[in-house]
């Protein structure tokens, strides 16, 4: 099954129709207020689509962990239906409830065009188990069901996969975007492709280095992980971290890399610093001659001109994590190094990852990104190869 295959927002005739949208409006609240509507205004396009369609459109979201089956007003979606109000230009009324007596009316008196969200879906018991009862009353609510909530893609809840049981699915515009530059770039990617992968631990990213090790044609390891590689290779990594348990695998990558003839690339040199701290002294130093008492923090010049090299050359880049602690000023070069080779590539290029993307944003190379991604765990999950439940629930074309 290709992910590629499956429905769009686009292919389900929605005019006149109850149409459940599973949103992803997980955003940041303090003091009742919300402090970035990034992921309100990410579902916009769909949201849009369904309204000039003429669609009656239900929209649905989690907030935060309330406690399962309670009603908490501190997680209620009440902010969100006042900012999609004023983004949309008309009013989102809020139901009192998820799939009650409130929704159901809200939901029946909808006009053509129309717009509603319900309360908090974790607000119900058995959401999260993707208990089929609760499914069932989603459902019931609508007459069709589109999910364009990408990072809760990899949970099997009933409001982002089990309701796909009981109605004709299809993906908004948010998921389309994810599958089709993610799912492009590992199904059918222009090549060469590079991959680059940062971070502190082998053991989060295990499987999306197995996974990648099949496809690509260049593999780029910084970032904390590559001191475990180095010790795998009889390296001395002074104080640097590094999962002994993870020292055979790295081997086992390694062999299995060579054997397949994919370049894979290690940082050469690294800045190195008496201790994991913004102000704390250093200096830059070939892999194998660290000084005692001093760890790596970030990839040296040496590596960042490698790296920028292979880069160059790529016609697609997956790129997830950073290359070394750029949550401070003095070891934040490396991964800005990598940001700017990224975006100047010209390449096909997808990015994942917290660190990754706040580099890109400080920098101001967002525009030059083919795909940002918005789901951190799922789209982790799917450069592992791993199915997720959220769109292998939906309808295939």
């Known amino acids: 099954m290709s992910v590629l295959n499956k429905k769009n927002v686009e292919d389900l005739n929605v005019a006149g129709k109850r149409v459940l949208v ?60 006042k900012r999609l109000s004023e983004l949309l230009g008309r009013e989102v009324k809020l139901a009192k409830d998820v799939f009650g007596e409130d929704a159901k009316a809200l939901a029946a008196g909808l006009a053509d065009g129309g717009v509603i969200l319900l309360e908090n879906v974790r607000f119900e018991k058995g959401e999260t188990k993707n208990d089929p009862e609760v499914s069932k009353k989603f459902a019931a609510l609508a007459e069709l069901y589109v999910n364009d909530a990408f990072g809760t893609a990899h949970r099997a809840n009933s409001s982002t996969c089990g309701v796909a049981d009981y109605l004709p699915s299809a993906c908004g515009y948010l998921i389309r975007k994810e599958i089709e530059f993610m799912g492009g770039a590992l199904e059918n990617p222009k ?50 971290i590094f999962e002994d348990d993870k020292i055979e695998l790295a081997k086992e990558l390694i062999a299995k890399a060579d054997a397949k003839g994919i370049k894979f690339l ?4 690294n800045v190195v ?66 940001a700017t080779a990224v975006a100047d590539s010209g390449a096909i290029s997808v990015i ?19 795909h940002i991604s918005t789901g951190g765990g799922a789209s982790l999950e799917f450069l592992e190869g791993k199915v997720l439940p959220g769109i292998a629930a939906i309808s295939e074309k």
């Open 266 to 269: 290690l940082p050469v040199d």
């Open 22 to 81: 599973r949103c992803d409006f997980n955003v940041p609240i303090m003091d009742g207020e919300i402090t970035s509507d990034k992921r309100i205004a990410a579902s916009l396009p769909t949201i849009e689509y369904l309204i000039k369609n003429n669609a009656k459109v239900i929209l649905c979201s989690h907030l935060g962990r309330p406690t399962a089956g309670e009603y908490d007003p501190k997680f209620s979606m009440a902010p969100v239906a």
């Open 352 to 370: 994942g990852g917290g660190d990754s993307i706040a580099a890109i944003k400080k920098l101001g190379f967002t525009e030059k990104m083919s």
């Open 273 to 338: 610093g008496k201790a994991f701290a913004a102000d704390t002294e250093y200096m830059t130093a070939d892999v194998g001659s660290y000084p005692a008492g001093f760890e790596g923090l970030d990839i040296g010049e040496k590596t960042r001109a490698i790296f920028a090299e292979a880069i160059k050359g790529a016609a697609t880049i997956i790129w997830n994590g950073p290359m070394g602690a750029a949550e401070f000023d003095n070891f934040a070069k490396g991964t800005e190094a990598v």
């Open 191 to 240: 090549r060469p492709l590079v991959a680059i992968l940062g971070g502190s631990k082998i053991s989060d990213k295990i499987g999306v280095i197995e996974n990648l090790i099949d496809k690509v044609d260049t593999l780029i390891v910084g970032g904390g992980m590559a001191y475990t590689f180095f010790k795998a290779q009889g390296y001395g990594i002074a104080n640097s």
